[in-house]
């Protein structure tokens, strides 16, 4: 397209069940946020909306399970979402939800044109219906066999280990999620959006139109989507959570949660327009107008071959420029997962690191997964955070504000003439908003973010090469030309580390006292002004922009994960499964005794082994116990303990054993007495 006239910036709609943790800040909205405060700082008129899902199964699940009501669930997770984009600088013009009435009125809008103009199909079909919960199982209610990949786990609408998006019919042994039952079929009408019928337009506007220009993994997604064939899709549920089907036979049926989702981003301009006084409708029927959605790579059909087709079908829309969806974030090699607790929850992290939303927004950037799934690890967190904000960014900008101050009283200097080395840094100076622009035009906002550093790394090494604090001992005129150049990097700096490092760039901004300058300098006035500050202008006084991580810092990072670690473990432990069944008599056979053990040593030369005496009441006996790795001799003399005392004798490396200890095992594998815990039960009792 041409230069656009305007720009629609959309960030997937986060779904109201839970909080929002560091996979979807690196996937989504820290790289739609930097895009969009570029838009703003080069002069474009840009609209950046976002708001949150809140229809859909899963949401009803959790409300059951908690006993609340689905409104509940979503009041409470939108606040929380709302807050934690506000305390990471995401600049929405307008964060919306999909429960308030514009939606609803937009979205059944929505329908009914597509309705009126024939885009569905109508169809009665046989549906899994569970009978005891009195309910079609629409979704996620449904869970069984995925055809494609044989994932059991699979949910109806979609597989989440391949992907593959499916009807809930098409799984092998399904299950109802409510009841655990079989479900049985039923009859019931929904409407279909034949995307078969958009099939032609999809494959031209997509495989023909967006080959140079989508990310490849977006591309190869769609185009094995398109060369599978595309069929019709439902777009109603029967379901009591959403927004109603405005058609007839539509009762207790409501919209299917993708239909109505994307139309939010619709229903989210509207609101912000009526809010600012403009008009919506350019930004999203002019051809001039260019429309991204920044999304995860999970989301990719839906905002790339469904809602395109929704578009198109009612007619007056235009359709996105790009879909830059990311890969998955890993965190320290595992799948993020809400359900494992296998995150970094934004609320906590801002606990643990509080005003470092910066740190966590480059070190995001820095390693995004941009081209493929990426790893999330405490350990290069601190390396970028040490290595590089704290070494190279903040000791720069110290080093250049501190020497400003004391030799000058914070006052810029007037520079002498230039050496080459001073021309040529200006030069490359100038040259880094196009170079960062280039990265954050072509959504490589890891390029972009390195490119920042190294201008970072230029001041650092320029200032280092030239070593104002020796060169003042013995040339004043030429310390003020080094410390002139080095406080336009400063500047540059302050200006283009807006998009990565928001906080950051405000701090420093203040700190070089920008305002005094008029009017904030621009992305472009970066390249082309002669002076960012000049000779006489004061600045500030020092403040830290970065701090060291320590190691212990981090270490409390991984005990938490390591802690979560255990849970699952714990809760997903195979209980052993029940033995076969015995009579009373077999039971009455086994002697149970309790005993104190009087001596114990190691067995030579076994790890395992113990040699107890015990005092089981009946005697005084040997009794060799597996038990070596888990006690010391001294740690179990005089403890009370369960013993088996008409086992058959048997050697052990030569020792007769006379009877057995009882004995379970911890958690974390260490084995744990059986033992009478009442001092007044004394050795010889039977136990029954
Ligand atoms: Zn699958």
Redesign the pocket.
Known sequence: MNTPKRYTITTALPYTNGPIHIGHLAGVYVPADIYVRYLRLTGNDVVFIGGSDEHGVPITIKAKNEGVTPQDIVDKYHAIIKKSFVDFGITYDNYSRTSAPIHHETASEFFKTLDAKGEFIEETSEQLYDAAANQFLADRFVIGT??????EE?YGDQ??????SHNATDLINPKSAITGNVPTLKQTKHWYLPLDKHEDFLREWILEGHKKDWKPNVYGQCKSWIDDGLRPRAVTRDLDWGIPVPAEGGEGKVLYVWFDAPIGYISSTKEWAAREGKDWEPYWKDKDTKLVHFIGKDNIVFHCIIFPAMLKAEGSYILPENVPANEFLNLEGNKLSTSKNWAVWLPEYLEDFPGQQDVLRYVLTANAPETKDNDFTWKDFQARNNNELVAIFGNFINRVVVLTNKYYEGAVPTPSAFEQVDEETLATVKAYPDVIASSIERYRFREASQELMNLARLGNKYLADAEPWKVIKVDAERTKTIMYVALQIASALATLSEPFLPFTSTKLKNILNHTALGTETTWKEVAIKEVLLPAGHKIGEAELLFSKVEDETIQKQLDKLEASKKANEAANKVVEPQKDTINFDDFTKLDMRVGTIIEAEKMPKAKKLLVLKVDTGIDVRTIVSGIAESFTPEEVVGKRVTVLVNLAPRALRGVESEGMILMTESEDGKLVFVNPDTDNVANGLTIS
């Open positions: 995925c055809p494609k990949c044989g994932n699979s597989c989440e280990n391949c992907g593959t």
